[in-house]
């Protein structure tokens, strides 16, 4: 995880109320990933980035937005939450298509 | 801990044998493979990849193996630890500009 962080690690919100989830790098790397896990599936990719303010939809894209304003930072928000979002989040960055390396996640409920 | 294991297969090896994981991949087009580590509670750490121009690739006490014929990869892990216990799963990439997919991983329970 060294170079990579994720914020916050666990959240707990209602629905219907927006949520940012925070992913922050050190490495300069070009590409950044946001990942979904849930039981029963693999991990499932719901936006990436590869550059500044360069960004587009993943598999399971409905209901979140990224933002991608310096290289460090990679946003995801919740427009306004539903209890399917309930999941655990991964960040990862690369320096190439095919580099990934995984943040520590993050546990958010929705009730 | 991650609750993403709960329902996945499990492999259960004694510690000092060897282990066999096994992943069965969608896309006869895939032409890079990855094998990731994931623990309890922490994000997946890359273990080894290799290329469908490859059959075979080693690296520190694990070995990956890609059957293309059969569109099969395995990962060897020698000498199995209490280190190694964790949640196990391939990638696969459906082609050049394609993003990784990713499988749904085996958990590795390794007796003392």
């Known amino acids: 995880d060294a170079g990579i962080t994720q914020s916050p690690r666990h959240k707990v919100t209602e629905t219907g109320t927006p949520v940012t989830l925070r992913c922050h790098q050190t490495e300069n790397h070009r590409y950044m990933y946001w990942y979904r896990q849930d039981p029963g599936h693999g991990l499932r990719l719901i936006h990436y980035s590869y550059g500044v303010k360069d960004t587009d939809k993943g598999e399971v894209s409905d209901g979140y937005s990224v933002s991608r304003s310096k290289t460090e930072d990679f946003l995801l928000t919740l427009e306004s939450a539903t209890s399917s979002q309930t999941s655990v989040y991964f960040c990862a960055i690369g320096s190439g298509p095919n580099e990934q390396f995984f943040g520590p996640g993050t546990r958010l409920t929705v009730l | ?112």
């Open chain 2, 1 to 112: 801990g991650e609750s993403v294991g709960l329902h996945l297969p499990t492999l259960s090896v004694q510690e000092g044998d060897n282990s066999i994981i096994n992943c069965a991949y969608s896309n006869s087009a895939s032409d890079y493979f990855i094998w990731y580590k994931q623990e309890s509670g922490k994000g997946p750490q890359f273990i080894i990849d290799i290329r469908s121009n490859m059959d075979k690739r080693q690296g520190q006490r694990v070995t990956v193996l890609l059957n293309k014929t059969v569109k099969h990869l395995s990962l060897q892990i020698a000498a199995t630890q209490p280190g190694d216990s964790a949640v196990y799963f391939c990638a696969e990439r459906p082609g050049a500009n394609s993003k990784l997919t990713f499988g749904k991983g085996i958990t590795l329970s390794v007796r003392p």
